[in-house]
């Protein structure tokens, strides 16, 4: 997938959605979890596809990094990640597996 650049994070959300990455991915212990699809995702089974970070335009506190991801089956979706103070404990198979660079 071509690197797109965007001002905001809703802005990404809503054209990679309409690109087909319409689940929501969350980080659980070990890997991704798709709640809509009950589908638990370890590091070896999906690729981040595109990586991009956000600040807050008043804090730069306020922090996020949305993650494009496919699984080897296919489903696309998206992770929203708080990065700095606020990021989420990452084991270090995944905390890898989203800072691989893009291909």
């Known amino acids: 997938m071509s ?5 905001a994070l ?3 959300i809503r ?3 309409k690109r087909g990455y319409q689940h929501d991915f969350k980080v659980v212990e ?20 595109a990586v991009y970070r956000f600040e ?15 699984s080897m089956q296919g489903v696309k979706g ?7 103070p ?5 084991n270090d198979e995944l905390i890898q597996k ?3 660079p893009q291909a």
Do not use: K
Request: charged share 20%; net charge negative; with cysteine.
């Open 86 to 90: 606020y990021s989420e404990p990452l």
């Open 98 to 100: 989203l800072n691989m």
């Open 78 to 84: 998206l992770l929203v990640s708080a990065y700095g």
């Open 10 to 12: 809703v802005q990404a």
């Open 15 to 17: 054209d990679l959605q």
């Open 3 to 7: 690197q797109q650049s965007y001002d």
């Open 30 to 49: 070990g890997g991704l979890h798709c709640t809509d699809l009950d589908l638990r995702l370890h590091p070896a089974e999906f690729q981040v596809r």
């Open 56 to 70: 807050g335009p008043t804090d730069p506190g306020d922090e996020n990094v949305l993650y494009a991801i496919e």
